[in-house]
């Protein structure tokens, strides 16, 4: 039973086989035997698309794990993924590890960043506490919240002066796409985007490079609806996340008294 361990309204299902022990000494120990994950499933308030068909092999040596043949079903699509992951058992004083995650289609569905379907992949490479993750996405048929974009998700929370120290700090090297029909929006703003950037950096420092254009919008203020004729946000790495932007919209006012004189 894990239910205890995990955030209120996490739902786990499956089955998991297999041998699993340590033999040798206590100077060196080492992992022998495997687990196997059959028909697994996981659903969260975390993320509210449905992780289905979980499949995966657990293989362990000496002072390895690996990760084999892993792949779930997300929203219509596919999440596939490997990796190895080296203990610090016997002579080993740190940790090392390596794992990839390919996305086909995977619809995923965050409500406080928002829903969207991805394509790409992302490999984790390194050991310590500044590991490399670098890889390719495309999000598409998406619905970003503003405050996931402006109010600070956990890279740009790390990032801002103040925030507290973490025990880790990995490098990104990430070229990210929003691709067709990807929405910025709240109770005043609906705006599609289309663009790309790298993200850079670290997670105490991140950096962006690229942009992203409006293809449509509205802001809604002062009682009135402004549509979007042009919009631009760009990223220079040197300003980390602050972006420009530039914006230009129009909307009609009435004037009932054309004649105040």
Known sequence: QFAPLLPKGTKLGGNVDGRFGVEGTVERPRLFGSLAVNDGSYTSPFERAPIERVGANLRFAGSSVALQAFHADVGGGTLDAGGVLTLPLGNRTSVAYRASVNAKAARLDFPAYGRGTIDGSLAVTGGGVAPLVSGNLALRDAVIPVSAVYGGGPVAAAGRPGAPSLPW???????????????????????GVKGAVDVGGSLRSPRLAGGFTATDGTISSYNHVFRIVNAAVTFNPADGLIPTVQARAMSRVSNPDPDPS
């Open 169 to 191: 700090n990995p490098a990104y090297r990430i070229h990210a796409v929003a691709a067709d029909n990807v929405r910025v929006r709240n109770a005043i703003v609906d705006i």
